[in-house]
Structure formats: C-alpha cells, structure tokens
C-alpha cells in the first residue's frame, strides 16, 4: 500500500555494511523523512475526518425531528463535546500539517527539514492526543461543552475524568503542533534553495509558514488555558473559579483566540491550496503573487485578533468589542482581495477542469458565503442576535468545511500524483464534491434558517411548534449528503493509492518545483538543486530544456533570430514518459 | 423590459414581508430588539451582495474561460495599480458597517424611558449600569435573574431584601414599562436571550451584566439560554408574561400573599414537628 520510501536514486552510496532493512511498519513509523512524516500525518487526519462524519451523522440524527428520544442528551454532549477538537484539532490542522510537511520542502528546493526527529515527534504527539481523547469512549468521554468552559468544566460540575482525557488529548496534539510548527518555520527560513527569495517562494508553502507561526502563537495560548483547567481539575487550582475570585471569562478569551487562530489558519492554508492549484489548471501566473502574499500576511495577523468577537455577550469594556469588531470587518479587505486576485488568475485563462480544479473553485465558493456570513455576524448587534446560534454555526462551518475538506481534497488532488505516482480518480472525485457541496449548502441553509428563529448550537434537542422542524430536517439531509460526499471521497483515495492511473512526475505542467523531483520523490528529494531566478522555476528549467534542444537543430537562415515559442503546457496530463518530464529531472542547474 | 423591471418589483414587494418572516429573526416587541432587526437586516444584505457578486464574476469565469481546442491562456499578471478598483468598495464597505455597527450598538444600548401606558416603577438612581446608559425619566423596573442550571430565577423589586417576590421560569413585567434586568449565575455560565425581547447577554458567576427592554404589546414572549450548562440545558428556557401595569400589581400582591402563606405553613408544620418530637 505504501510507496517505497527509498526511490533509484543515482548517486549510489556505497558501504561495507549495510543496514539491515527493517519492517516495513517499523520504516514507517520511526522514518524521519518529512515526506513519510507528512503522509502519516495526511492519513491520521483522514482517518479522524471518518470519525468526526461519524459524530456529525449520530448528531444530526438526533435533531432530525423535535424532542427525539433517540440519544440521551447525556450520549449527545459527550459526542458534542468532542466533535469540534476532531474536526479542528484532529483533522483539519493535522490535514494541512501534513501537506505543509510533504510538499513544503519540496516546493523550497530543500532537501529535508530542520529537525527531522522532532517532526516525527511532533507526529505521535498529536496520534496520542487523538487516541486520548477517544480512549475516553472506553469509560465517559467528556460532557462539557466543545470547548470545556469553565465553571462547567470544572469538578463540582464534571466529576468524571473525561474532561481530564479531553485535556490531555487536546494538550498533547497541540504539545505536537507547537514542535511541528517549530521545525517548519526554521525549515522554511534557513533551507530554501539558492535563488528562492520569499517573494518567489510558492504561495502554498508562503502559507505553510503563517500557519506554522499561528501553531506557535495560537496553540501556545490553548496549551497555557489547558494547563491552567488541569491544576484547576486535580491539583486545587482556582484560576477559573468564581468563589476564590477566579474568572470563568480567562478561560473563553485563551480558548476563542485559539479558535479564532485556528480558522485563520484554516483560511490561509486553502488560500495556498487555491492560490497554487487555479494557475496551475487556469495555464496562467497567478495574477498577483506579492498581492496574495500580503493578503495572506494580513489574514494572519489579524484573524487571531478577531477572537472577542465570539463573545459579544460576555462582561467586557465596549472599547475591546468595538476593536474585535473592527478587526473581524477589517478581514474583508484581505479576502475580498484574495477572491479578487484568484478570479482575475482564472480570466483569460484555458481553465482545465480536472477535480482539483474544480474543488478549488468550490473552496472559494464555500469560503465566501461563510466569511460573508462571518461579516454579517461581526457587527455587535447583528452578534448580540446570531451568535451561539445554529446560523453562526452554519457560517463557521461553511468556511470550515470549505477550507479544510473542499480544500484539503483540492490538495489532495492536486499533489496526490507527487505522493504516490497515481492520480486519485477524477470521476469519482467529482461525484463526491458534486454531493459535498449541494449538502453543506443544504444543511448551512437549513442550519441558518433555523438559527435566525433563535435555537442554540450544542442542544441535544429542539421543540416543536418553534417554527424550527423544516429547517432542522433540512439541516440533517443536507449533513447526511455531505457525509456520503466525503465517506465517497476517502474510498476513492484509498483506492487510487494502490490502483490509481500511473502518471509522470509532472502531470499538470505545472511551476513550482516540487514537480521537479520524481514520483515518489527519492529520500533526498533532488538529485540537483537547481539555481531558482523566478517565482515560476520550472516553466524556466522546461524552457531552457527547450533552447538547448533547439540550439541542436541546424538553425534556417529564415528566421534567425526568432525567439523560441512559448512552453506550451500539455493540454491534458498523459500516463508516464510524456513531455519533458524525463529531461527535467536530473538535468544541470539551470542558468 | 420595463413591464417585467415592474412585475419583477411587485412581486419582490408581495414577497419580501413572507421571505423576511422566514429569513430573518422573530418579529421584534421592544426597542433595542428592533434597533437588532435593523442591523441584521443591514448586515444580512451587504453579505448576501458580496456573496452574489463573487458568484457571478467566479462562475462567469469558469464557464468563459474554460479550456478549448485552439485556446491558448493570457499569460498576464496585475499592473501597477490592479488593486486600486476592487480596494475602492471594499474600504467603503468596511468603513460603513463599522461606522453603522458602532452607531447600532449605541442605539441598542440607549434606554428608553417608560411610557404613557407603562408603570413608573422606580426612580432611576444611576445613570450608568455596567454599558447601559438611562435617561433620569426612565423609572426602570429593575429585576434581579439569576441563572442556575437549568431555569432562570426572577426577583421583583419591593419588599426586604431577602423577602422579595420572585418566580421561576417565568417573568412577568408590565407592558410599556422600561425593564432593567441584572444578571448573574450561581452555578456555571448561562446566557439569557428572548428574540423578541432584544439580544443575548451572559449570565456570569461572580459577575453582574445587564440589558433591558420596553415591550409594546400584551403578549407571552419565548426564549432559551443560550450557552451550553450540562444535559438538561435544553429545558433552559424562559417565558416573559407582559401585561398590563393593573394585572402586574395585581400578580405582585398575588404573589406576595402566597409567599406569606406558604411562609406560614412551613412555620405552622415547624411547629406541629417540633411539638411531636419531630415525627411528621
């Protein structure tokens, strides 16, 4: 099932004694190889997004009619109060985590990471975290809420250990994002190839490093809050106790600058996936490098900031509302430009149509409505009205879902083919965003239209007579067809892995140099690094492949000094030993 | 063209109150609530023409520009000044919902004074409770609630601290009267929200928040704690009963003589215990 990790590479070392070649399953847990560090960490998250479908389903389920009897709200919270750490920490940061940690490097010319070991550290950090948390299930998970405000959290009121699980679980996989994010950003800005400035680096990777600082920033804050509840929980603390003049309120500020981190994080890494996947499809630069760059700079700063605008309704001085207020409306200039910047990119273009293409595209579309919404809601009074509602949940998951599964799986479209040498099938993938994307709008109208009527997010039941049973039923079809859409998705890759089309190392002409490297690529990833002279570095290598097979012909007096013709990028992506695919690798650095 | 401009706006104009019904919050009974409707609405259009403009020039560019025999793509990327068209409307777009926002915000926040038909209940003694600012001619009605899992305790003024009318549940004020509610919880956090009534507020242990409202109608009112409090949250729920200032002093003193009965029960059945050793 696995690719080999070790490629023909050419340059033979030779030793007396070789090491004996371990297991495979040993290779591959204890490999510090980015590139098997990023697949385990693609696969975990994908396997979490199976349990969070699971979750969401049971959920929805219970909410298909009013006052279901179906799970006890007991059964419900602890499903509830878990859903939101595996859909966000479990899967949507582990997703873009390990995409930043295959293809990163690559995209950079590097030859490894930094810290290889604490890469794989980072790994089985966040896997145990993961494991802890549904561990609990063994005994009683949490039931404190998704994100375990205190008082509620506290032991006079969840006595059972599940919060502690809950804790712990959480800590240790953003214990392991915080190490990643280290490796990264050290990665990212001592091993670029020569010649990669940050104004050429590709914006997918310009991603990975304001995420691997939000990691840092945002998870080091939840860490802190987690640790505090934990001496709070078990050692006598009273840091979010009202009776010893704790304040419950600490805990909601460090937690929603966490969330608000996260989905910014989540933003930005769909905005790499987009900004790298539409010129690649569109056969054009994207329209504006810098300008995305820039946009993407600003949505990481100030989408952390945004953080009280979850808490319109809490005690606190009007004059920090009013700044969350104006950083949550000020975010529209850098998305609207982004937006901008990717339409622009697609006019004019010859926009091949492959899913990768067409789930970018539907990643935009997702993302607008939910930022749009997420607008809308960011005004004080509009938020004294929707937030904790089902409709404010239906905005954040519309960005959620968008970014993290629309543009995950534009991702793992995209890059699939360098992963494994296959492409993940282009049918079935349409099938699955065609059903992923006609049911989060269905269950977003439906959870909308419900919350504009006033019922709260986290409730295990709903009453009839409300005016809310058409849009929850609504809701649940719509959750139902998403989940079929994603479960469809996910056979298809694991099918594709193993008996996917074979394909060449480049099979979108595409320009960043990633694509420079063979399929899988070897564990030193290049051969040669080549000299990068423009945000475009392959078009260049293809282009002086180009002259230097001109220059063999015999050159007619008619035309001598016409300039060689544009690099025509293949219309439609062949099977293997198609192009120029054969020549790029391993050629000399390019001048 | 402009006989169908024109059906096209009768019709809007036929179904915009029954889309408006379905798309936006319960009807409003209360000044700061109808303050939260105008915003909402605001907000709810500017997002849904940003949503609609990016559809219309995303899908026009994916059905434009897709790839076709002998089309090959403009290589162009932005000039100097490709930014300065879209960055126009979005600064002014931004600017003015932040500008309208705060401007709501205060509106919402403004009490209103009591009216012809309301009860003049207290004498306003602060003109500042925690962001709320009231006019010295408001005579509030000032009621204590109390959030505990999983209903809403109410405290009416009048009477000993200590020995005040309150009821569980549901609350009963006085139609047209301006109602200053004071929140805190003794257990975890609640956050108190009837739609029709004006916004959310939190209901924080250890601390005090406040909103308020003036309902304008006679009528029973519904609503739902908001923040998720442990497995019976979704029997949180409150009614408010507005009626009218007669029937409000009328519920007071029917209240107060029940308590005073109820009181004198416990102390007869103390009593009657004490005297039988403590045998029922």
């Known amino acids: 099932m696995s690719p080999p990790p070790v490629a023909t590479a050419r340059p033979e070392v030779v030793t007396e004694e070789l090491p004996r070649r371990r297991q495979a399953w040993i290779e591959r847990a204890t490999s510090t190889d980015h590139k098997s560090v990023g697949t385990l960490y693609i696969g975990a998250a994908l396997a979490f997004l199976v349990a969070a479908v699971a979750q969401l389903v049971v959920m929805r389920t219970q909410l298909i009619v009013p006052e279901n009897t179906l799970t006890d709200p007991e059964i419900f919270n602890r499903i509830m109060s878990t859903f939101a750490v595996t859909g966000v920490v479990l899967f949507a940061i582990p997703l873009a985590l390990g995409l930043f940690a295959y293809i990163s490097p690559l995209q950079v010319g590097a030859r490894g990471v930094a810290f290889p070991r604490l890469n794989l550290l980072s790994f089985w950090l966040f896997v145990s975290g993961g494991f802890t948390i549904f561990g609990s299930y063994l005994w009683r998970p949490s039931e404190a809420g998704f994100a375990a405000f205190p008082p509620l959290s506290e032991p006079l009121y969840s006595n059972t250990h599940g919060v502690d699980a809950w804790i712990v679980g959480t800590a240790l996989a953003l214990l392991g994002f915080v190490c990643f ?19 050429r680096v590709p914006l997918f990777t310009w991603g990975a490093n304001l995420c691997g600082y939000l990691v840092i920033v945002c998870g080091s804050v939840m860490l802190a809050a987690l640790t505090m509840l934990f001496i709070d929980r078990n050692f006598g603390g009273v840091f979010f106790d009202p009776g010893y003049a704790g304040a ?59 953080w009280m605008r979850n808490m319109y309704t809490a005690p606190i001085p009007t004059a920090f509302l009013v700044g969350a207020m104006l950083f949550a409306i000020a975010l529209t200039i850098p998305i609207g430009l982004l937006i901008y910047n ?42 004294w009205q929707i937030e904790h509602t089902t409709a404010a949940q239906a905005a954040t998951t519309c960005v959620l879902v968008g970014g993290a599964v629309l543009g995950g799986f534009a991702a793992l479209h995209y890059w699939f083919p360098k992963i494994t040498g296959r492409l993940l099938g282009e049918g079935l993938g349409k099938a699955a965003l065609a059903a992923i994307l006609v049911g989060l709008y269905v269950f977003a109208a439906g959870s909308f239209l419900a919350g504009v009527k006033g019922q709260p997010t986290d409730v295990y039941k709903f009453f009839s007579g409300e005016g809310l049973d058409g849009p929850n039923l609504m809701a649940s079809i719509g959750a139902f067809v998403m989940a079929v859409g994603v479960l469809l998705q996910l056979g298809n890759a694991a099918h594709s892995w193993g008996k996917g089309v074979a394909v060449g190392h480049d099979p979108w002409a595409a320009a960043s140099l990633e694509w420079f490297a063979a399929s899988p690529p070897p564990i030193h990833n290049f051969d040669v690094v080549p000299d990068v002279r423009s945000a475009e570095p392959l078009y260049d290598i293809r282009r002086a492949i180009r002259d230097r ?43 | 063209m402009l006989s169908l401009a024109l059906a096209a706006g009768a019709l809007a104009l036929v179904a915009a109150p029954a889309a408006a019904s379905v798309l936006g919050p319960r009807a409003a009974h209360s000044p700061n609530a109808d303050d939260i409707r105008t915003a909402y ?17 995303l899908i026009g560019a994916l059905l434009r520009y897709r790839a076709r025999r002998g089309r090959s793509p403009q290589r162009f990327t932005a000039g100097a000044r490709a930014f300065v068209r879209p960055v126009v409307p979005l600064v002014a777009v931004v600017v003015g919902l932040f500008v309208f926002g705060i401007a709501m915000m205060s509106d919402t926040r403004d009490v209103q004074a009591t009216g012809p038909d309301g009860l003049n209940a207290d004498a306003a003694l602060l003109a500042q409770v925690n962001d709320l600012s009231i006019p010295p001619t408001a005579h509030p009605l000032n009621i204590n609630v109390i959030g505990q899992r999983w209903l809403w305790r109410f405290e009416y003024p009048g009477g000993r601290p200590g020995d005040r009318v309150f009821s569980y549940s549901e609350l009963t004020v006085p ?18 929200f009837i739609p029709a009534l004006g916004g959310q507020v939190d209901a924080v242990p250890g601390q005090d928040t406040t909103t308020w409202f003036r309902a304008d109608q006679v009528g029973t009112y519904h609503g739902q704690s908001m923040s998720f409090s442990g497995s019976g949250f979704a029997a949180m729920r409150g009614w408010v009963h507005v009626v009218t200032p007669q029937e409000y002093q009328q519920f007071i003193a029917r209240k107060r003589a029940g308590l005073a009965r109820a009181q004198k029960d416990v102390v007869k059945a103390l009593g009657e215990s004490s005297a039988t050793g403590g045998a029922p």
């Open chain 1, 342 to 383: 990717w339409i622009a990119t697609l006019w004019g273009g010859a926009l091949r149509t492959r899913a990768a293409a067409l789930y970018a595209i539907a990643a935009i579309s997702a993302m607008t409505v939910g930022l749009a919404g997420d607008l809308a809601w960011s005004l004080i009074p509009v938020g």
């Open chain 2, 175 to 192: 139609v047209d009267t301006t109602v200053l509610l004071h929140f805190t919880s003794t257990d975890v956090t609640h956050r108190w």
């Open chain 1, 181 to 199: 994010g280290v490796n990264l950003v050290v990665t990212l800005r001592n091993m670029r190839a020569p010649g990669m400035a940050w104004r």
């Open chain 1, 248 to 306: 419950p309120i600490l805990y909601e500020h460090l937690a929603w600058f966490f969330f608000s981190g996260a989905f910014a994080f989540i933003v930005i890494f769909a905005a790499g996936v987009i900004s790298d996947v539409l010129p690649a499809f569109a056969r054009k630069p994207l329209f504006s490098h810098r300008a995305a760059m820039a946009c993407m700079l600003a949505i990481a700063i100030l989408g952390p900031l945004t």
């Open chain 1, 549 to 591: 097979t001109h220059s063999w012909r015999p050159q007619t007096p008619a035309r001598p000094e016409a300039p060689p013709p544009e690099p025509e990028p293949q219309q439609e992506p062949e099977p293997v030993g198609q192009g120029d695919s054969g020549d790029a690798q391993g050629g000399a650095p390019v001048a």
């Open chain 2, 41 to 57: 609405w605001v907000a709810i259009i500017v997002a849904a023409l940003l949503i609609v403009a990016v559809h219309v020039f």
